[in-house]
């Protein structure tokens, strides 16, 4: 009988998958510092940390990110739209999400009453 651990898939099968594609430049995005200044959010910062190679752009996964220093909010963001020119998808800036003044959705109705509370107790006094 074959046993269970001949049937799970291990970590090493996993890495031994054929590597990602690596696109071609094009014409809009020539380079690494046009890709990281057209997506935004300060990453055109970054490209001396990849050192202007294109080969470097689409291989460093999120752990070779991590190990030149980059913060994780501008990993992730890098690694996805890495992957949306992988998939031929336009690369277009992202921008960040504001938070209202109110604060979250959760404790919206929270703060909000407070405020109102707030407002009522300084125009009494």
Not at 79 to 86: G, I, P, S, T
Not at 99 to 121: I, P, Y
Request: charged share 30%.
């Amino acid at each position: 009988m074959l046993s269970r651990r001949f049937l799970t898939t291990s970590s090493l099968l996993l890495r031994s998958q054929p590597a990602k594609r690596i696109p071609s430049p094009t014409q809009e995005i020539p380079d690494v510092q046009t890709f990281l200044n057209r997506i935004g959010r300060k990453c055109g910062e970054l490209t001396e940390t990849f050192e202007n190679n294109w080969k470097n752009l689409f291989t460093w996964d999120g752990q070779a990110l991590k190990d030149k220093g980059i913060n994780v909010q501008q990993r992730r963001y890098i690694l996805h739209q890495v992957e949306r020119m992988r998939q031929n998808q336009p690369v277009l800036e992202l921008k960040q999400g504001k938070k209202s003044f109110f604060g979250g959705e959760r404790k919206r109705r929270e703060t909000v009453a407070k405020w109102r509370a707030q407002q009522r107790n300084e125009g009494n006094a």
